[in-house]
């Protein structure tokens, strides 16, 4: 990694809490983008989700055309469109009035994945079979629709990026001359290294990125305190328990998790080795652990994803995070850490039944 300071991006997913309708998710979204611009992050990323009761992002565009109308500076992108279930040319027609909208601050990120489950997927676009076989075509035509003819400006059009998290997405990345961008938060990290490696042995270079451009995407929650950030980083940890379940549902309270305990199992199998990873703590355990992980892996620029139940949480561990690395912005005052901060002892964080 060079010697140039972190850069810092932000991917929000909607995520739905409980005690909360679905449009609160979308509103907390907006207004996160608006405090995150603010703060000097470089880029906001939103998700393509459907048929999952945590995620509420399920229209990237519609969502980005919003964030658009409240911003003025920071990038704004798709992490990713699903591009499988889609005409490439009218994800060309969205993303070039998304341009317009917002001039040179938007980023067209492509995903394989169903982004949901085979009958979701065949609800989406029942006429569609061998989706995934199709990407890189479907990538290529993108590429010439998104460009427009003469005159477009090369300068204004989306940057597009490959988003994935394996071996498949950084080569066709590499393969088409793309940013990449690799999700570690998805399976902690795992297969990470190989990833970029390929990424960076096979990159071809292209007219508008001559050099390859790489990142990952990072789930890290920062507070006051150590012991704060353990007791908010419960609602996640939570919903990974019940994931494996098979039991997706909204972010529960943390103080509801805390009063509800892990089993003996659950903390061995799932609980424990999430935390030994876990970015999570002040906002100088956080910047240390963060660091350490792009140094390893010669980054200059990490995505933030964060999960909270509490809004006001999110943001001020955004605003600690922006503080910490000194981006553009920082000295504005942070946000409080939320009412729920201290609803039940932080030791309740290792909390057993």
């Known amino acids: 990694m060079n010697s140039m300071p972190l850069r810092l991006s932000v991917l929000d997913q909607s995520v739905a809490c409980a005690g909360r309708g679905e449009d609160h998710a979308l509103r907390d979204t907006l207004e996160l983008a608006q405090h995150c611009e603010a703060l000097g992050y470089e880029r906001f990323w939103v998700s393509e989700h459907h048929g999952m009761p945590t995620i509420v992002g399920t229209a990237p565009e519609v969502l980005m055309a919003a964030i658009a109308a409240r911003t003025t500076r920071i990038r704004i992108g798709s992490a990713g469109v699903m591009l499988p279930h889609y005409s490439a040319f009218k994800v060309a027609e969205n993303f070039r009035v998304l341009d317009a909208l917002a001039p040179g601050r938007i980023d067209l990120g492509l995903g394989r994945a169903p982004g949901s489950d085979r009958r979701t997927a065949q609800a989406l676009n029942p006429h569609v079979s061998g989706m995934a076989e199709d990407f890189p075509q479907q990538v290529l035509d993108l590429q010439a629709w998104v460009s427009g003819p ?101 972010l529960q309270r943390p103080q509801d998790v805390a009063a509800q305990g892990f089993s003996d199992e659950e903390m061995a199998v799932i609980v424990a080795p999430l935390r030994r990873k876990a970015l999570v703590g002040s906002a100088a355990t956080v910047q240390h652990k963060m660091e350490d992980l792009a140094r390893s892996l010669e980054l200059d620029h990490l995505v933030v994803n964060t999960w909270a139940h509490d809004p006001a949480v999110r943001r001020h561990s955004y605003a600690l995070l922006a503080r910490e690395f000194g981006l553009d912005g920082s000295t504005a005052p942070a946000t409080g850490s939320g009412s729920e901060a201290h609803a039940v002892p932080a030791a309740a964080a290792a909390t057993t039944t």
């Open 150 to 250: 003469p005159p477009a400006s090369a300068d204004r059009r989306p940057e597009m990026w490959i988003l994935g998290s394996s071996d498949y997405g950084a080569q066709l990345a590499a393969h088409l001359g793309l940013p990449y961008a690799f999700a570690y938060f998805f399976m902690d990290g795992q297969g990470v290294e190989q990833a970029l490696d390929l990424y960076r042995s096979l990159y071809r270079p292209s007219e508008r990125h001559p050099k390859p451009e790489v990142t990952i995407c990072v789930w890290a929650l920062a507070a006051d305190r150590d012991e704060e950030a353990e007791f908010q980083a419960l609602s996640r940890e939570r919903w990974r328990v019940n994931r494996q379940r098979g039991l997706l549902g909204p």
